[in-house]
Structure formats: C-alpha cells, structure tokens
C-alpha cells in the first residue's frame, strides 16, 4: 500500500515512491519481508558473485580456448581429440564443450 509520493528513503538515502514508514517502497519491502524488526530495516543481502569453480573467463575467451584445443591436440593415431576431451582439457563440462562446438560450426564463414 504505497502512495505515489516521491521521498528520499531514511533507509539508503535513494529517492522512489513511499513506500510507508520513511522507506522507499524496496526499502519498505525488505522491512516487511524481514518480519518489521523493532530494530529497524536489516541490511540488504550482499550481491551475488560467481558461482563456486567458475574459473571467471569470458564466456567467449573459453570458447576460444577449445577451439584452439580441438585444432593443435590429436589422439596417437592423429585423429582430432574428442569434444569431451578437449572440454575437460578447457574446464568446462561436456555438455557445453558440445554447445561450444555447435556454436563454433555455426559461425565459420562457408565461403
């Protein structure tokens, strides 16, 4: 049950709608989902990072690497490495090894 005047919030200082005891209406939100401690609003959950194990290159960096794996590494007989090979070789899982691979198809030029 918000109003539609503008303040600026007790809370964080930012301006938005009311949202009712001083707080904009995120703030207000928090305080209310959080149980409305006497205590005031808690504070805000930290930001999310990277998931555990993600070894936090670019999507694209990684999708280079296997290319590059799967181009110079070859089985003794002197055939290609396998994409499961050479997914593990770039630390991802076979599934996206076989998403990297079909996207690399895809984007070579037929000319």
């Known amino acids: ?8 919030c ?5 301006t938005g709608r009311h949202g009712g005891h001083g707080y904009r209406d995120a703030c ?5 989902t959080a149980g409305r401690p006497d205590t005031g609003l808690p504070p805000p959950k930290p ?5 555990p194990g993600s070894p936090g290159r ?11 794996v799967r181009r110079t590494r070859t089985t003794p007989d002197g055939d290609p490495i396998s994409i499961a090979q ?6 991802v899982s076979a599934r996206t090894g076989q998403r990297y691979a079909n996207a690399l198809k895809n984007r070579k030029n037929p000319r």
Do not use: H
């Open 1 to 8: 049950m918000s109003s539609s005047r503008i303040i600026t």
């Open 58 to 68: 670019a999507r694209l960096e990684r999708m280079a690497d296997f290319a590059m």
């Open 28 to 32: 207000y939100q928090r305080w209310v």
């Open 47 to 51: 930001p999310r990072g990277r998931r």
């Open 86 to 91: 050479a997914a593990a070789a770039v630390g």
């Open 10 to 14: 007790a809370c964080c200082g930012k």
